[in-house]
């Protein structure tokens, strides 16, 4: 089992920029592939990005592609995903999540730990 502990969340103007962590316990985060969603106010919870256990595979929505970056450093047991040139529409509370497999998945429901997120907001 694993826990995961999301910060960095804030407040920026739009065009500024944050870095979230996601920093999970345990000894086997390299066995995770882990993931970014996003749920703005009154929406569903919505896929972000993704990346491999190794790091080298990553995936992205398209409307963050180029502005968002995800990372890793499994010695720390923690992702990051660096958010760059940030819009309006990128305000809502982002969670990180893990799953235990050798793909990378997309979909919310394959993944079986949260956690409890962490605000974002842009102001234009």
């Known amino acids: 089992q694993v826990q995961l502990v999301e910060s960095g969340g804030g407040s920026v103007q739009a065009g500024g920029s944050l870095r979230l962590s996601c920093a999970a316990s345990?000894?086997?985060?390299?066995?995770?592939?882990m993931g970014w969603f996003r749920q703005a106010p009154g929406k569903e919870r919505k896929f972000v990005t993704a990346i491999s256990r190794s790091g080298g595979t990553t995936y992205y929505e398209d409307s963050v592609k180029g502005r968002f970056t995800i990372s890793r450093d499994n010695a720390k047991n923690t992702v990051y995903l660096q958010m760059n040139s940030l819009k309006p529409e990128d305000t809502a509370v982002y969670y990180c999540?893990?799953?235990?497999?050798?793909?990378?998945?997309?979909?919310?429901?394959?993944?079986?730990?949260w956690g409890q997120g962490t605000q974002v907001t842009v102001s234009s």
């Open positions: 345990g000894h086997t985060f390299s066995s995770y592939a």
């Open positions: 999540a893990a799953d235990r497999v050798t793909y990378v998945p997309t979909n919310e429901y394959e993944y079986d730990y």
